[in-house]
């Protein structure tokens, strides 16, 4: 089973939006992260927010984490097109005992200049 | 300069062939990864290692073989047996399981 699904699948907006991406998760986890990909590349971390907290910021970059719901957002403020790329969720994969993460399918946001 | 590199970046297999992908860190990375990525898709675990001498086997490891006899080093070989390799392939390293992964740039396999 999947243990992140991001939401949206893809999102496009205007240079100078926000833009928020979802994902939710399926069993306990000890902290989830986010990860960015531009076109053709390996993947960047970005933030990793523990299950003991419930916000995180880093520059532009907001992440929420309720481990109530199972789900966490990230918020990417003032986006410009640089900003264009592939973000996934990734968890501890704690359901199958592998010591290893799980990645979601991603969401791929298109900003317009 | 500390990272994670992958070599090639492009690589092409003929049918019957097995190849090998490169991925060296010098992170000091105890754990690696080994993950392939299809076109508009997520990431699947093919087979990752915790230390040296030793790996266990992903989600789609069928295909697929490793070897992890240096720290810095965690090559993948594509066997013959894999008959639809054509995909990215990413290696990641990091300190400890649950920790943040370090990526390599990724590989490109294509079949001729």
Known sequence: SQQGEEDPQALSIQEGENATMNCSYKTSINNLQWYRQNSGRGLVHLILIRSNEREKHSGRLRVTLDTSKKSSSLLITASRAADTASYFCATPQEDTGRRALTFGSGTRLQVQP | ?112
């Not at chain 2, 049918?15 to 997520?42: F, I, K």
């Open chain 2, 1 to 112: 300069d500390g990272g994670i590199t992958q070599s090639p970046k492009y690589l092409f297999r003929k049918e019957g062939q097995n190849v090998t992908l490169s991925c060296e860190q010098n992170l000091n990375h105890d754990a690696m990864y080994w993950y392939r990525q299809d076109p508009g898709q997520g990431l699947r675990l093919i087979y990752y290692s915790q230390i040296v001498n030793d790996f266990q086997k992903g989600d789609i490891a069928e295909g697929y073989s490793v070897s992890r006899e240096k720290k810095e080093s965690f090559p993948l070989t594509v066997t013959s047996a894999q008959k639809n390799p054509t995909a990215f392939y990413l290696c990641a390293s990091s300190l400890g399981p649950k920790e943040t992964q370090y990526f390599g740039p990724g590989t490109r396999l294509l079949v001729l």
